[in-house]
């Protein structure tokens, strides 16, 4: 007969004793790679991840999104799944050109002073000696990651894959180099997208300046017009005065000419109806060159675009006064000229929204500049009609080609975005990048021109690799609602563009974790939490516990300690439970004829039958919660079924079956001279209760290893139990 050595869980759960030792355990097995999984697993489940920027360290939000991850892929992994999370890194562009910029400076050095060549060299160091930290980070938080297939943005064959996407719609026609009023960052020198400013409220004046008119028309009392602006600096571009055509105060001078100041150069006066009649006196000036509403009122118009300010923040083609002056300076020039020349009326407070540089806060300039663009007509139809789609499959069995949106609110963003798209400014110019693959270009590729496409690049395309059979289209995104444009609508354009198949079935918008008094985390601000700190003092479980407890549908999460410190108490809950089953010495138990025997319901007591009813209940609401990405709830639920219905109730009960004092007993310090959890004499107990206690925890190992892997592995590890597996990551989810 085999001689049953029962191993002993220490008294206490120590997460740092045990955590690196299960995640080698883990890597080892070579499980996270789909490949290696045991037993005949015919359907892929496959998420990528939304790859972490090169400088990034992990924060809350990181550890949000990788905590449901990994939920999903060890739940759908122990459901038989194959299952492939594939990891990565985004060279991120501007992000990572500015930080290697920042230690050159400490140098004394500029990138221009490398050189391009010897700057990319530069920037590569940087990368292998901290672009994996976060990486790293992920693993510590348990993920299970297939990290056999990292991928990088950058690699030689993601190249391959930027540069087959770029000249696929060269070729196509919908790639063109053309001058544009871009934004512009006078510190990075690059252009950036609408989506890469961010608007910051700044105090200013609204200056009012007359325009003398060219001839002294008959019947007006005054012999000028007055404009109002924010931005006097720019006058000297200007190349029009504008009012609404319905603004009666000025009809007899449309049509007429105005002199410039201090340029003395002849403008019409001209009528568009994107001028705000109730704005200072109802007449703008037209700056085709430095901003967008009167780019586009110029394109009507055929105005000229003339240039005042360049890619340097600096005042150009402009009279000798002002020229090489900052922006600043020469609004300060101006004005005082203006005063003298008695051309200033008036001047008021005047609070405005000031677009900044997302990556270091310049104040943005608009300038014109050639660059290249990608049509986007034709490729935000196929997006807008992939989301549709999904939109009105909502029993997923088939798939569709249509991607879902949850929850469905950020639907809106997207379409909105979608619907009124402009052409896509696709060039940058920096030096670390993707650079464009014509000869004699300098810039490089947006860095979202790579990430669009990281579905399929990282499964091997363009190359028609075994994986991205296997593996595309994904069945879900995870993401923040700031990118929902930036990049999710990118991907599935790009998806839908290359592969013919939508690059993710579902996408899922995370909350957004905020402080406990709902503000923004932020690390300048002071108010971020570190993700790993908490790991540190309470565990990965712990953290991972907590995190997810607290997400309740797409709410934003006021983040508090409190269920961290639930989540460990909960962990020892667990370890408790588990410590004294192991002193009962169970018998050697096979999961699936306790099964069985369970359903035969032979010699059960009512308290079995009803843990066990109460198991299968819960097995079935969590499957239910997860297919629904409702990770709180599916906590909640196990949470109350381990806690209640089986520690509190049917351990306590057993006891009793078993010849034990129960625990409000020995809670109280026991009886005298005895030791509480030694086993006494059972009654008529032939192990069956023993049996369930063990299969009961078992199956609760399992329900709780999607959100708390390590101490449910360390647990499982030391369980009797017949036809046991490798690890508990590739049992059998409960039936
Ligand atoms: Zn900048």
């Given at each position: 007969m085999l001689k049953l050595i029962y191993m002993k869980l220490p008294k206490v759960y120590e997460p740092k004793k045990v955590e690196d030792k299960i995640y080698n355990l883990w890597q080892k097995s070579s499980f996270f790679n789909p490949d290696k999984l045991p037993g005949k697993r015919k359907r892929p489940y496959t998420i990528v991840i939304p790859p972490p920027n090169i400088t990034g360290s992990l924060h809350m939000g990181h550890a949000l999104n990788a905590t449901c991850q990994d939920i999903l892929i060890r739940w759908r992994r122990l459901q038989g799944y194959k299952t492939l999370w594939l990891p990565g890194t985004d060279h991120a562009g501007i992000a990572t050109q500015n930080v290697v910029e920042k230690e050159l400076k400490k140098e004394g050095l500029s990138r221009f002073d490398l050189g391009r060549e010897r700057f990319i060299e530069r920037v590569w160091q940087w990368k292998e000696k901290y672009g994996n930290i976060i990486l790293e980070q992920l693993k510590k938080m348990g993920a299970s990651c297939d990290w056999s297939k990292v991928r990088f943005t950058m690699d030689k064959d993601y190249v391959k894959a930027v540069e087959t996407a770029f000249l696929h719609y060269y070729k196509k026609g919908w790639i063109y180099q053309g001058e544009r009023v871009v934004n512009w960052c006078p510190r990075c020198q690059t252009s950036l997208s609408d989506l890469e400013i961010e608007y910051k409220e700044e105090k200013g004046n609204l200056w009012y300046i007359k325009y003398p008119l060219a001839t002294n028309y008959k019947l007006q009392t005054t012999n000028y017009i007055v404009v109002a602006t924010t931005r006097p600096e720019t006058m000297l571009g200007d190349a029009a005065v504008a009012v609404n055509p319905g603004d009666k105060r000025y009809k007899n001078l449309v049509g007429k000419k105005a002199i410039l100041p201090l340029v003395n150069r002849e403008i019409p006066i001209i009528t568009d109806r994107l001028v705000d009649p109730k704005f200072g006196t109802g007449a703008v000036k037209v700056t085709p060159a430095h901003d967008l509403q009167d780019y586009e009122i110029s394109l009507r118009h055929k105005l000229p675009i003339i240039q005042a300010i360049d890619e340097r923040g600096k005042m150009v083609h402009v009279p000798i006064f002002y020229q090489g002056l900052r922006v600043l300076e020469a609004r300060e020039k101006i004005i005082a000229d203006l005063k003298n020349k008695n051309l200033l009326e008036k001047v008021e407070d005047y609070t405005h929204q000031i677009p900044k540089c997302y990556r270091c806060l310049t104040t943005v300039e608009l300038i014109p500049s050639k660059q290249w663009f990608l049509k986007m007509p034709e490729l935000a139809k196929t997006a807008i009609k992939a989301v549709e789609k999904g939109k009105i499959n909502p029993v997923r069995k088939k798939f569709s080609n249509g991607v879902k949106f949850i929850p469905k609110r950020f639907e809106k963003t997207y379409f909105d975005w979608l619907k009124n798209i402009k052409d896509w400014c696709i060039s940058r110019q920096i030096w670390w990048g993707h650079k464009i693959p014509l000869k004699g270009v300098e810039d490089v590729l947006d860095t979202w021109f790579s990430s669009a496409l990281w579905p399929f690049a990282t499964l091997g395309w363009p190359g028609k690799t075994r994986d991205l059979k296997n593996f595309y289209p994904t069945d879900v995104l995870f993401t923040d609602r700031g990118i929902i444009n930036l990049w999710v609508a990118r991907m599935i354009f790009s998806g839908m563009e290359f592969m013919k198949k939508v690059p993710f079935r579902d996408v899922y918008i995370h909350a957004t974790v905020l402080t406990r008094e709902g503000k923004r985390m932020s690390k300048s601000l002071g108010t971020g939490i570190d993700p790993m700190g908490l790991i540190e003092k309470y565990g990965a479980d712990a953290t991972r516990f907590g995190i997810a407890w607290q997400i309740m549908g797409g709410q934003d999460i006021r983040f508090v300690e409190d269920n961290i410190v639930m989540g460990r108490k909960f962990c020892n809950k667990l370890w408790n439970a588990a410590r004294f089953l192991l002193m009962q010495k169970p018998p050697l138990i096979n999961a699936d004829s306790v099964r069985r025997f369970s359903l035969i319901k032979k010699n059960l007591t009512p308290a079995d039958k009803k843990i066990l009813k109460a198991l299968d209940k819960t097995t079935k609401s969590v499957n239910k919660d997860l297919e629904n990405f409702q990770f709180g709830r599916a906590a909640r639920r196990i949470y109350d079924f381990f806690w209640h219905n089986f520690c509190d109730v049917y351990i306590e009960k057993s006891k009793t079956e078993l010849s034990l004092p129960s625990s409000h007993l020995w809670e109280r310090g026991g009886r005298r001279g005895r030791n509480p959890l030694h086993p006494m004499k059972a009654k008529v107990d032939d192990g069956k209760t023993k049996k369930i206690l063990l299969y009961v925890l078992l199956s609760s190992l399992k329900l709780l290893h999607p959100f708390i892997p390590f101490v449910t592995e360390e647990i499982y590890q030391k369980l009797p139990i017949k036809?046991?597996?490798?690890?508990?990551?590739i049992e059998e989810w409960p039936k």
């Amino acid at each position: 007969m085999l001689k049953l050595i029962y191993m002993k869980l220490p008294k206490v759960y120590e997460p740092k004793k045990v955590e690196d030792k299960i995640y080698n355990l883990w890597q080892k097995s070579s499980f996270f790679n789909p490949d290696k999984l045991p037993g005949k697993r015919k359907r892929p489940y496959t998420i990528v991840i939304p790859p972490p920027n090169i400088t990034g360290s992990l924060h809350m939000g990181h550890a949000l999104n990788a905590t449901c991850q990994d939920i999903l892929i060890r739940w759908r992994r122990l459901q038989g799944y194959k299952t492939l999370w594939l990891p990565g890194t985004d060279h991120a562009g501007i992000a990572t050109q500015n930080v290697v910029e920042k230690e050159l400076k400490k140098e004394g050095l500029s990138r221009f002073d490398l050189g391009r060549e010897r700057f990319i060299e530069r920037v590569w160091q940087w990368k292998e000696k901290y672009g994996n930290i976060i990486l790293e980070q992920l693993k510590k938080m348990g993920a299970s990651c297939d990290w056999s297939k990292v991928r990088f943005t950058m690699d030689k064959d993601y190249v391959k894959a930027v540069e087959t996407a770029f000249l696929h719609y060269y070729k196509k026609g919908w790639i063109y180099q053309g001058e544009r009023v871009v934004n512009w960052c006078p510190r990075c020198q690059t252009s950036l997208s609408d989506l890469e400013i961010e608007y910051k409220e700044e105090k200013g004046n609204l200056w009012y300046i007359k325009y003398p008119l060219a001839t002294n028309y008959k019947l007006q009392t005054t012999n000028y017009i007055v404009v109002a602006t924010t931005r006097p600096e720019t006058m000297l571009g200007d190349a029009a005065v504008a009012v609404n055509p319905g603004d009666k105060r000025y009809k007899n001078l449309v049509g007429k000419k105005a002199i410039l100041p201090l340029v003395n150069r002849e403008i019409p006066i001209i009528t568009d109806r994107l001028v705000d009649p109730k704005f200072g006196t109802g007449a703008v000036k037209v700056t085709p060159a430095h901003d967008l509403q009167d780019y586009e009122i110029s394109l009507r118009h055929k105005l000229p675009i003339i240039q005042a300010i360049d890619e340097r923040g600096k005042m150009v083609h402009v009279p000798i006064f002002y020229q090489g002056l900052r922006v600043l300076e020469a609004r300060e020039k101006i004005i005082a000229d203006l005063k003298n020349k008695n051309l200033l009326e008036k001047v008021e407070d005047y609070t405005h929204q000031i677009p900044k540089c997302y990556r270091c806060l310049t104040t943005v300039e608009l300038i014109p500049s050639k660059q290249w663009f990608l049509k986007m007509p034709e490729l935000a139809k196929t997006a807008i009609k992939a989301v549709e789609k999904g939109k009105i499959n909502p029993v997923r069995k088939k798939f569709s080609n249509g991607v879902k949106f949850i929850p469905k609110r950020f639907e809106k963003t997207y379409f909105d975005w979608l619907k009124n798209i402009k052409d896509w400014c696709i060039s940058r110019q920096i030096w670390w990048g993707h650079k464009i693959p014509l000869k004699g270009v300098e810039d490089v590729l947006d860095t979202w021109f790579s990430s669009a496409l990281w579905p399929f690049a990282t499964l091997g395309w363009p190359g028609k690799t075994r994986d991205l059979k296997n593996f595309y289209p994904t069945d879900v995104l995870f993401t923040d609602r700031g990118i929902i444009n930036l990049w999710v609508a990118r991907m599935i354009f790009s998806g839908m563009e290359f592969m013919k198949k939508v690059p993710f079935r579902d996408v899922y918008i995370h909350a957004t974790v905020l402080t406990r008094e709902g503000k923004r985390m932020s690390k300048s601000l002071g108010t971020g939490i570190d993700p790993m700190g908490l790991i540190e003092k309470y565990g990965a479980d712990a953290t991972r516990f907590g995190i997810a407890w607290q997400i309740m549908g797409g709410q934003d999460i006021r983040f508090v300690e409190d269920n961290i410190v639930m989540g460990r108490k909960f962990c020892n809950k667990l370890w408790n439970a588990a410590r004294f089953l192991l002193m009962q010495k169970p018998p050697l138990i096979n999961a699936d004829s306790v099964r069985r025997f369970s359903l035969i319901k032979k010699n059960l007591t009512p308290a079995d039958k009803k843990i066990l009813k109460a198991l299968d209940k819960t097995t079935k609401s969590v499957n239910k919660d997860l297919e629904n990405f409702q990770f709180g709830r599916a906590a909640r639920r196990i949470y109350d079924f381990f806690w209640h219905n089986f520690c509190d109730v049917y351990i306590e009960k057993s006891k009793t079956e078993l010849s034990l004092p129960s625990s409000h007993l020995w809670e109280r310090g026991g009886r005298r001279g005895r030791n509480p959890l030694h086993p006494m004499k059972a009654k008529v107990d032939d192990g069956k209760t023993k049996k369930i206690l063990l299969y009961v925890l078992l199956s609760s190992l399992k329900l709780l290893h999607p959100f708390i892997p390590f101490v449910t592995e360390e647990i499982y590890q030391k369980l009797p139990i017949k036809n046991k597996k490798h690890c508990l990551m590739i049992e059998e989810w409960p039936k």
